[in-house]
């Protein structure tokens, strides 16, 4: 524990400016991740624990796609797209077979498939990290706001993020899909029986959440490097932002996964060797005063 | 059923129990006592997880913890003090069983699904702890230097056969106590509480005290098992108390079967020997006990146990369904 090295950040613009930054950067790809967990669950009640699957496959289809077209553009969209593909055939042909049976059952699928990717990611692109690199367009020096350093890329990553926020949030308040979206939450029987056709709708979701994971995987590969065990960590923490937010909702999950990645930019100032501690410390301690999570309906 | 369930439960630990005492008598396999001494630890924490799961319907993702805090606890108190190790394993439990019963009074009213993810946040939490104690615990590298295997009465743990012996005992009391606990009025309340809770609380049960009292007893069992882990390994490392390992017990639960006592021993043995099997065959042993998963969990629906009970009390549907 180090509160001066803390306090003496806090107190300069620069420190403060770089920490809001990778904080942001976390959290805004934490969000990502998360809005799926949390809109599968809304609508399924199905605890996705292959999540981190689909991010981590997002991440290695956007770095074999970059080798082979050469286009940062392209191979996220690639990533983005197999991933959305991927949650639908994942939904299909494993998931849909345990709906409505223990949450226990729904787990070991879940982490039956977490294994077999693991060890395929293995096979194809071998047990060693990958590094994806920055694209070139933001090999340029670093901005300087207040003196703390913002690297262009981190500040693209944000908005991207930012912006997928308000697409996700409008979208699923304003359009008719969005609105069958929450309304299959809520009574999906009554919604089945007005003519929707849930099996789709189901489909749908795990389309989008799987896609915002592989998305969120291909964005962060230029960040962070790629390796076979990295959708464990992110799966951990986007349940802890699932659950902080309350288990459904994207307002919560993205003011959660706000809040984690500034424990994290902070954190690793003032508690270098304990931030994962800090994390499900302010998990329990939110837990114990809104059992509900911060944006959650009462059960 | 014969009058006296809790003498043929006894009966039945003791011809196991002399069962298992017995081969080495015949046969010295050290591959097979390492794998006696392994599933003795694991079967403790699955079955004591399946108290939770099975018995009260309460989805813990966070029984590592326990399993992780008896082995250190264990360890810690045999490499600092100079007691003897009887005393020490059952002060470990001991403290295990309140560390249970103090994370326990905070998670246990909490809705299910809540109640899944903070056991789990405690869990992830004691696993910091133990990460960055470096000064005690070793931190990443673990409780090293080896823990003192002092012998009692005349008892060498040191040696292979008498751990063997020793493990295979602790296991097998444990889990005929275990069976007790079940099978007693407070089992039978716990399982009510599964089925209907809310006739549970009409019938005036306090629904707190109970899941409180099984979630610390299965705190305390599975720190038992992780005492065991602990002198196989002769140490104490975070892994134990890691979440997979939690995962791991999850699914021995899982393959054996929730709704037979036995059935997460079962499990266990299976998921160890598949480990074993696969990892002798090829490095991708995630890929094959993914796939093995799969099947089962597609093809059965339930544990190994559970499914040929199901096959049986089809076979003959007038006998004793339960």
């Not at chain 2, 140490?235 to 929730?258: H, K, R, T």
Request: include cysteine; charge should be positive.
């Amino acid at each position: 524990m180090d509160f001066e090295a803390l306090a003496a950040c806090l107190t300069t613009a620069a420190c403060v400016v770089t920490q809001t930054t990778s904080g942001l950067i976390v959290g805004m790809l934490l969000f990502l991740v998360a809005a799926g967990v949390t809109l599968i669950f809304g609508v399924l009640k199905v605890v996705n624990f292959a999540h981190g699957t689909f991010y981590m496959l997002g991440g290695y289809v956007a770095y074999s796609t970059l080798n082979v077209t050469g286009s940062y553009t392209v191979a996220v969209l690639a990533g983005a797209l197999a991933m959305a593909a991927f949650g639908v055939v994942f939904e299909r042909a494993l998931i849909s077979r345990v709906y409505g049976s223990n949450v226990l059952m729904q787990l070991l699928i879940c982490y039956a498939v977490v294994l077999i990717f693991d060890d395929l990611v293995k096979i194809v692109w071998g047990p060693e990290f990958h590094a994806m690199g920055m694209p070139p367009a933001f090999q340029v020096p670093p901005l300087f706001i207040a003196g703390g350093v913002v690297p262009p890329f981190y500040a693209v990553l944000i908005a991207i993020a930012a912006l997928i926020a308000i697409v996700l949030g409008l979208g699923l308040s304003r359009t008719r899909l969005g609105k069958t979206v929450r309304a299959a939450a809520i009574n999906p029987q009554m919604v089945s029986a007005l003519g929707v056709n849930t099996t789709l709708l189901f489909a749908i979701v795990f389309a989008i959440g799987g896609g915002l994971a592989g998305l969120a995987g291909a964005l962060a590969a230029p960040v962070r490097s790629l390796s076979p065990g990295m959708g464990f960590s992110i799966l951990i923490e986007s349940f802890i932002v699932t659950v902080i937010g309350g288990m459904g909702s994207i307002a919560g999950a993205l003011v959660s996964a706000l809040l984690i990645g500034m424990v994290r930019g902070f954190g690793t100032i003032g508690f270098p060797k304990f931030t994962d501690g800090l994390i499900y410390i302010v998990m329990i301690a939110i837990l114990l005063t809104r059992p509900q999570g911060l944006f959650g309906r009462r059960q | 059923m014969s009058g006296r369930p809790a003498l043929r439960d006894a009966l039945i630990a003791l011809a196991a129990l002399v069962v298992i005492l017995a081969i080495p008598f015949f046969h010295r396999s050290p591959a097979f006592e390492d794998f006696v001494i392994r599933v003795s630890a694991m079967a403790l924490f699955a079955t004591s997880l399946n108290l939770l799961v099975g018995t009260t319907g309460m989805v813990s993702f966070g029984h590592g913890m326990f399993y992780g805090f008896g082995a250190y606890a264990f360890g810690l108190l045999m490499q600092m003090t100079d007691l003897s190790l009887p005393v020490a394993a059952v002060l470990a439990v001991a403290m295990t069983t309140i560390a249970a019963l103090i994370v326990g009074a905070i998670c246990v009213r909490l809705g299910s699904d809540y109640f899944a993810f903070v056991t789990l946040a405690f869990q992830m939490l004691f696993y910091s702890i133990i990460i960055s104690w470096q000064s005690l615990t070793g931190g990443d590298q673990g409780l090293r230097g080896g823990i003192p295997r002092r012998e009692i009465f005349g008892f060498e743990l040191a040696s292979q056969l008498h751990l063997y012996q020793f493990c295979a005992v602790v296991a097998v009391l444990g889990l005929l106590a275990l069976r007790h606990v079940t099978e007693s009025r407070f089992g039978r309340t716990l399982r009510m509480i599964r089925d209907n809770e809310h006739r549970a609380a009409f019938l005036g049960v306090v629904l707190w005290r109970a899941r409180l009292g099984a979630f610390t007893l299965a705190g305390g069992f599975a720190g038992l098992g992780g005492v065991l882990a602990a002198l196989f390994v002769s140490g104490a490392y975070p892994e134990l108390a890691d979440w997979p390992n939690s995962g791991q017990a999850i699914f021995a639960v899982m393959l054996g079967g929730i709704g037979s006592f036995l059935g997460p021993t079962l499990g266990a043995m299976i998921l160890l020997a598949l480990n074993d099997a696969v990892t002798r065959v090829t490095e991708y042993h995630g890929l094959v006990l993914g796939l093995v998963i799969l099947i089962s969990a597609l093809g059965l629906r339930r544990g190994v146990l559970d499914y040929l009970r199901l096959i049986r009390s089809r076979r003959a549907p007038s006998g004793e369904s339960r």
